[in-house]
């Protein structure tokens, strides 16, 4: 029997969203997911609409805050950057690392990933790790090479504790933002050979209990089949968490009947 995994379904507003949008927003959202249990619920603001974002959530369990980005560095001279230690102080429990765009656009190599990661776990932030091939990548049928390298790159050298703290979120690149989703079948076949990874790396018991999360054009309408896979845990939603309602629908497919 399946280890029994919550499902995380955590929304990414990547640079969307100003400060005086997220009371409306979160008045929405609230109302619609009042209903809705057993499911682990993160919201993901940019840096400037945390602020607002925690004023009013605080610490509550219900929705989580997480942050789209961390700095490597724990404080000093680094104009721009924000660090793990001043999200705690906005109650901020998870940190996306090592996300597609950050790599692409930003220049992010596995080893800026990996230092962001342990500066993640050095202030008991939970980094939801992404990883994920391109369009040429997967057509070349290299994708297992660049989710294994990734892995490796971010992973290797981690102690079990910090590892049992780490979200992996499978993200090919090709369909980020571009309304082509994996097809569960694909996602799966993904989701298992991360989960082989990690039980290679840690053992079957901890990557049995690691959350492993799909992102990529996931919608209302394909949330719920792409979370029935036995090896996805949940969704990272980008365009579709911006409207409160049609996120929340996303939240209420991942409740699962037992
Ligand atoms: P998308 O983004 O849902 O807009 O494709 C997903 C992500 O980048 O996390």
Redesign the pocket.
């Known amino acids: 029997m399946a280890l029994p995994r919550k499902k995380l379904v955590a929304g ?1 507003w990547k640079m969307n969203m100003t400060s005086s949008e997220v009371t409306p927003y979160l008045e929405t959202f609230r109302r619609e997911i009042d209903e809705i249990d057993g499911v682990d619920i993160a919201l993901i603001p940019p840096f400037t609409a945390l602020t607002k974002a925690s004023e009013i959530l605080g610490g509550t369990q219900k929705i989580r805050l997480g942050a789209q980005n961390l700095s490597p560095e724990a404080k000093g001279a680094f104009t721009g950057e924000i660090s793990a230690a001043m999200l705690r102080d906005l109650f901020v429990r998870y940190v996306l690392v090592g ?1 597609s765009e950050r790599r692409r656009l930003f220049g992010e190599t596995d080893e800026i990933v990996r230092r962001k990661l342990v500066a993640a776990l050095a202030s008991e932030l939970r980094p939801i790790l992404c990883i994920g091939e391109t369009l040429e990548e997967r057509q070349a049928g290299q994708e297992k090479v660049v989710l294994e390298t990734q892995l490796q790159g971010a992973l290797a050298g981690l102690s079990k504790e910090d590892l049992a703290e780490v979200i992996v979120a499978y ?1 090919p690149v090709w ?3 571009t309304g082509l989703t994996a097809t569960p079948a694909q996602a799966q076949e993904a989701h298992l050979f991360i989960r082989e990874f990690l039980t290679k790396l840690a053992g079957a018991e901890l990557a049995g209990k690691t959350r492993i999360l799909y ?4 919608t209302a309408d394909t949330a719920a089949e792409l979370m029935s896979q036995p090896d996805i845990d949940g969704a ?5 968490s911006l409207d409160p309602r049609g996120f929340a629908k996303i939240v209420a497919a991942a409740v699962t009947e037992e």
């Open positions: 990414n996300h993200e369909a980020i933002g992102g990529g054009s996931v990272l939603v980008g365009g579709a």
